[in-house]
């Protein structure tokens, strides 16, 4: 299992231990996403910055999207299923987004293919819903589960 790991506040007045495990996570700006694997080091990571970022399980079809449509390589140029047949084992997309779901590979196994996605900030009347607030209580911050994937696909 991986996660999908979102930023949804800024660096201002946040301590400076939290602010370095966000950049540990490459996180360094609003509305940036990683996708990280699922392990006691990450899970602390994220136990840490809860307070500015929101995270849940990753699927495969918000994975494929997340590559497909704003996975970047040097240039700004996109990422198809050419570059990733030519450089692993993988011959699509779909098939990499598989492999990073179930742990079998990560986002650095493309060599220059960018670990940050872009993502546009949440689309809707609805918006982030408080980045003041956990997930829990009504706002946006911390674990949300399996309901990262509708707001990944609003800010995609």
Known sequence: MSFIVVRARSNV??????????????????????????????????????????WGNADLATVESMLSERGRMPGDAPLTDAVVAEATDYKTIGDFAKAIVDNEATVKDVPGLKRVFRLHPPRGAKGWGGIKRSYVVGGALGSRGDDIKALVERMI
């Open 13 to 54: 007045g946040v301590e400076r231990s939290i602010r370095e495990t966000m950049d540990y996570l490459n996180l360094t700006k609003v509305n940036h996403a990683v996708i990280i694997p699922e392990n006691d080091q990450y899970i602390g990571m994220l136990r840490k910055a809860k307070d500015y970022i929101t």
